[in-house]
């Protein structure tokens, strides 16, 4: 099992990167949110790894820090969901909002990541809600949605965010972000353009 890799970032597209290492240029399928954060091209770099072994191919997939390889393994747990789903997955959110989503029981913000059909994120939110708190997930994102949530305008913006139709996930992120002593209406136009940048 090859966990890690150091060496010369050599090569990078819109999905993978290679990486040599000794001599052997080592190929990971890796996240957006990994890519996004790459050094420049023959410059080190390392990445923790996780590879999937089936019968007509060896993958080593790549991630910048141990949240998202957490996060990659839970998912990849779920029955129905393989390695393209749980990188599409981790490109579409941090790992922290995936595991916010699973514990605040909101599948439907799931479905925005690409081959993410409601009944899958059902299914992945019951097989994970019991197991979130095994990832080391970001504080700040965590306290900020409960605080959203514990004040009155905060869970009063948030119940009309929902209203409007976007998830409880979304809405307690967002708000969570803002001034909880700020007026409810205020809360709600500030956080609809959080939203609208993609949280």
Known sequence: MIASLRGKLIYTDENSVIIECGGVGYKCVATKNTLYNLPKLNSEIFLYTHMVVREDAMDLY?????EELSAFKLLISVSGV??????????????SQIMLYIGANDPKSLTAASG????????????????????????????ATQRANESNTGSEAVAALVALGYSKGEASLAVGRL???????????QALKIISRGL
């Open 62 to 66: 790549g991630f910048s820090d141990l």
């Open 179 to 189: 001034d909880g002593n700020l007026p409810t209406d205020q809360l709600i136009k």
């Open 82 to 95: 393989g390695a393209k789903i749980g990188i599409a997955l981790l490109s579409q959110f941090t790992a």
């Open 116 to 143: 993410v059909g409601l009944k899958l994120a059902q299914r992945i939110v019951l097989e994970l809600k019991d197991k979130v708190g095994s990832v080391s997930i970001n504080s700040n994102e965590i306290n």
